[in-house]
């Protein structure tokens, strides 16, 4: 297949909801939206920033209160979701970085495996 051949047929998707910063109410509506992009015959997923923590301060009062354990949780969750049903999604998150806090993206190629910038 040429690059060409796979640029017409990719079907890009952008999943954006009104997050918050309870980790699991923001997995289901992720969970949600890989089902419907899914559906909709989707092969690139992408999410907005923090989806899975909430922005903080907006959605989550601080990133120093983000239970990390439960985000990792979350994002293996998303990344097998995502590859059952054969997309490639990009996940915004918010990880620890050098003694504070930064906002990330988590790229799973559809093969069980995140790349985090």
């Known amino acids: ?9 990719l079907k890009l998707g952008a999943f954006q909801f009104a997050g918050s910063g309870d980790v699991e109410a923001n997995l289901r509506a992720l969970e949600g939206g890989i089902e419907q992009a899914s559906a909709a015959g989707v092969r690139l997923l992408v999410t907005q920033e923090c989806a899975v923590t909430g922005y903080p301060p907006v959605e989550t009062p601080s990133a120093a209160g983000i239970d990390f354990a439960a985000a990792e949780r979350a994002a293996a969750r998303v990344q097998a979701l995502a590859t059952l049903h054969g997309l490639f999604a990009v996940l915004g998150t918010v990880v620890p970085h050098q003694g504070g806090f930064r906002s990330s993206s988590r790229r799973t190629s559809g093969r069980a495996r995140w790349r985090t910038t």
Not at 1 to 9: E, F, K, R, S
């Open 1 to 9: 297949m040429t690059a060409g051949h796979l640029a017409a047929h």
